[in-house]
């Protein structure tokens, strides 16, 4: 008897089919409307596996309903959406989908930073709304990358691609981590600071660390006031690593230039949050690894690391080997 599993999103058929092939599989219909959590939790009471998105909250209280499980499969690097110990403690083992959106991420951010520097996103609308008369010398003029100095908050997979980007705009590289990696140092040409150090000396801050409590509000008040002037904040990361009300603050009052955005504390963002209302944010909807290649090999990787689980084998991918103990 094939093994039942749910799982939380519309994913390409093809890759459905394989998990089919050796699983029981019921899925959530709806492609753009999270699954509701009352929902999820009467779907996961008897299955032994569990495919998800970062939008599903596998919190103590819903794990400890799912007798049957066995695996939590997120298609995600970050899995700060599931109570992993809750998880270990039931011996239930949990996976994600790092490597395969390193590349694709870092693009991405990159991107974010040309947009957020070139005023990009302003000189789009300004067209669009027909302000555009003539040419004129500072008419949306931002700020230069080539030549100016990156720091790079959490130096993982995605930062190490970051610097690559980045050395081609000759920009200088600086990095903080908690561990630092000195030969990294001297592979990628790259300096270490302290954070206090880099927030001072950066002309963009680029967010690449994993959330977790220690890195909650990691960026606050005190840390923008140590920026630049003309600085500009970048976050690929997770949302809540950033304050965002004191980015607000800090954007409003001109403590820093401008800030790019593609995650929040809450997601999806509400239309009421304060940052959306300001000309020099650039905001995204969470897309880090938007790309068709990339988001079906995240769900491969995810429905691979699910199958391995279910039959015995150590996925690839397992952040907690404590749950085989």
Known sequence: MKPRVYVTRIIPEDILDLLRSECEVKIWPEENIPVPREVLKKEITDVKGVFCLLTENFDADLISSAKELKIISNMAVGYNNIDVSAATNRGIMVTNT????TETTADLTFALLMMT???MGEAEQYLRRGEWRTWSPLLLAGQDIHNSTLGIIGLGRIGESLVKRAKGF?????YYSRTRREEKERDL???YRELNELLKESDFVC????YSEETKNLIDLPELKLMKRKAILINTARGGIVNEMALYEALKNGLILAAGLDVFEHEPVSINNPLLSLPNVVVLPHIGSASVNTRR??????V???IQGLSGKLPDNLVNKE???
């Open 98 to 101: 790092p490597g395969v959106l």
């Open 117 to 119: 520097a070139r005023r």
């Open 170 to 174: 000759d920009m200088n590289v600086m």
């Open 189 to 191: 040409g790259i300096q």
């Open 207 to 210: 967010v690449m660390t994993p």
């Open 297 to 302: 090999r995240m769900a491969l990787t995810a």
């Open 304 to 306: 691979n690391n699910l």
């Open 323 to 325: 749950a085989l103990k």
